[in-house]
């Protein structure tokens, strides 16, 4: 049983090498571009996870913070004319003071009342860039509405390999600073009032305060992937703020296992790479989306990381109730230990 943590980073280590090497077998620049997408959307997914896995507060507005980030870079940098870095800054900042705010409107609310809450939030977000032309300036551009508003770059065209490892290398560092966020004390309150508020709350626990608290971390970490996705491709648009992207994330965490970190990551990772490596239809994808989160509910409502544990577990106690070998003596009339 004690190598089961040595076992899990193990893998985790040979996948990451892996990733490392990927661009060495000279793929082609589109899958490249998918992978690096794809990093972006899983580190998302988590942020998810610190949400709706680790605290229990199911959302459905979580491309909120994300397209909040992405906006606040493409307004900054091109109709303000801020340095990227700091626009980037000043984006994660928005995205962890947005999440606060969802936090404090949804922290006396449970259940699906958080889900509609968080639901009604976004849509409201994406109607409002979805309908919202204005121009740049004298004689400029019309930005806004579908179209969205462009990112000024340093770069021209970025090349496909310093994003592809740019983004991997964010992915792994994230997903990190999100381990040690659940694992910390205040992760495990955010596990207590996930699995019992009233029994928190009679703790002496502030159950909304640590709610707040969860909303903000993990929009925080959305709002970093929305900051780099934009950055990657260099338009922030109203899809940035869709349904379909926080329905995305649940999927993802609920595939891959809900308040495991770890699980929604390489969910995201293989099913965006999957579904988007074949070029589907996006309403292809949808549909997709939705039949593997209702085979995952129905059949493996831990997701994959819950399975896996599971199965682990029942064969842990297969071993320990093989009853010990008998002592006797062999044919030699020699002892046996």
């Known amino acids: 049983m004690n190598n089961a943590a040595p076992f899990r980073g193990g893998w985790l280590a040979a996948g990451i090498g892996l990733l490392l090497l990927f661009p060495l077998s000279s793929p082609d620049a589109f899958f ?21 896995g680790l605290s229990g507060q199911i959302t459905l507005g979580h491309a909120l913070p994300f397209g909040a980030a992405a906006y606040a870079c493409a307004v900054l940098t091109t109709l303000a004319g801020w340095p990227l870095p700091l626009a980037v800054a000043a984006a994660v900042l928005l995205a962890v003071a ?26 409201i977000a994406h109607e409002v860039a979805v309908g919202h032309t204005f121009f740049s300036g004298t004689g400029g551009y019309a930005w806004g509405g579908e179209g969205g508003i462009p990112v000024a770059l340093p770069w021209r065209d970025a090349p496909p390999f310093p994003s ?7 992915l792994c560092l994230a997903s990190f ?13 955010l596990r207590a009032v996930a699995g019992s ?6 703790s002496g626990i502030p159950i909304a305060r640590f709610k707040r608290l969860a909303f903000a971390v993990g929009s925080g ?12 491709v260099g338009r922030a648009t109203a899809a940035d703020l869709s349904l379909e992207l926080s329905f995305q994330a649940a999927t993802f965490a609920a595939v891959g296992g809900r308040g495991t970190i ?3 990551v390489v969910a995201a990772l293989v099913l965006h790479v999957l579904f988007q490596g074949l070029s589907l239809h996006p309403s292809a994808r949808v549909l997709l989306y939705a039949l593997t989160l209702l085979v995952a509910l129905r059949f493996f409502p831990g997701g994959v990381v819950g399975t896996a544990r599971y199965l682990a577990s029942r064969l842990g106690r297969r071993e320990g109730a093989r ?14 230990p």
């Open 32 to 52: 490249l571009d998918v992978f690096t997408t794809g990093f972006l959307l899983a580190a998302f997914a988590a942020s998810w996870d610190v949400v709706g």
């Open 98 to 123: 947005v999440g606060a705010g969802i936090g404090a409107l949804s922290a006396p609310l449970a259940g699906p009342f958080v889900a509609l809450l968080t639901l009604a939030l976004g849509e």
């Open 221 to 232: 970490f959305a709002g970093a992937a929305g900051a780099g996705f934009v950055v990657h």
């Open 323 to 336: 009853p010990p070998r008998r002592r006797g003596r062999n044919r030699n009339g020699e002892g046996t």
């Open 197 to 202: 508020p009233v029994t928190a709350q009679a």
């Open 262 to 264: 770890v699980g929604p």
């Open 177 to 189: 600073g999100m381990l040690r966020f659940s694992r910390s004390g205040m992760g495990l309150i």
């Open 164 to 170: 592809y490892y740019a983004a991997l290398g964010f």
